[in-house]
């Protein structure tokens, strides 16, 4: 069974740092792109970051580009959210979604970032 | 980025109603749109990527159609576990952007 589990969420203050992972199994990790999709309480899903399987490839949400860095680690079949300079709009919880370059599937069971002081 | 416009934000319908919600792109985005499903305190799950294709497992109920900017998810025959809310996405852009979501309500 596909599985992705998140962790590393909690409460933080503004202008702090944390670094969420996402543990995965049941599917080759190795060969899948990853992304990061994040929502505010009460509101939608944003797209927050993209990985390509080789980590070749990086892509960024505006509102997070400069103080968020995606990283992985195929041999231990993870991915990671550096999140440097918190805001409070950086509430939310955090998903980790894999698939295909063009669409999220499956999810993790997202883990929640709290910023306020 | 590219805009993506749900309409409406929220819909009553009762178990057995067809339903249809419309997603627009603020830009041609040919097919490269899907569709989830989010139920309250869950992650979302795919329904339809890629405009009209059916994720393997999802029912046949659900069906997705359009290209360009205008796009339809349409439940044919509601049943009480599809109360819940639908978010679109594109993926023509590498900055990926989902609508603001319609929730489905019982009525």
């Known amino acids: 069974e596909v599985q992705l589990v998140e962790s590393g969420g909690g409460l933080v203050q503004p202008g702090g740092s944390l670094r969420l992972s996402c543990a995965a199994s049941g599917f080759t990790f190795s060969s899948y792109s990853m992304n990061w999709v994040r929502q505010a309480p009460g509101k939608g899903l944003e797209w927050v970051s993209y990985i390509s399987s080789s980590s070749s490839t990086i892509y960024y949400a505006d509102s997070v580009k400069g103080r968020f860095t995606i990283s992985r680690d195929n041999a231990k079949n993870s991915l990671y959210l550096q999140m440097n300079s918190l805001r409070d709009e950086d509430t939310a919880v955090y998903y980790c979604?894999?698939?295909?370059?063009?669409?999220?599937?499956?999810w993790g069971q997202g883990t929640l970032v709290i910023v306020s002081s | 980025d590219i805009q993506m416009t749900q309409s409406p934000s929220s819909l009553s319908a009762s178990v057995g109603d067809r339903v249809t919600i419309t997603c627009r792109a603020s830009q041609n985005i040919s097919s490269y749109l899907n569709w989830y499903q989010q139920k309250p305190g869950k992650a979302p799950k795919l329904l339809i990527y890629a405009a009209s294709s059916l994720r393997s497992g999802v029912p046949s109920r659900f069906s997705g159609s359009g290209s360009g900017t205008d796009f339809t998810l349409t439940i044919s025959s509601l049943q009480p576990e599809d109360f819940a809310t639908y978010y679109c996405?594109?993926?023509?852009?590498?900055?990926?952007?989902f609508g603001q979501g319609t929730k489905l309500e019982i009525k």
């Open positions: 979604a894999s698939g295909s370059y063009y669409w999220f599937d499956p």
């Open positions: 996405q594109q993926s023509y852009s590498t900055r990926r952007t």
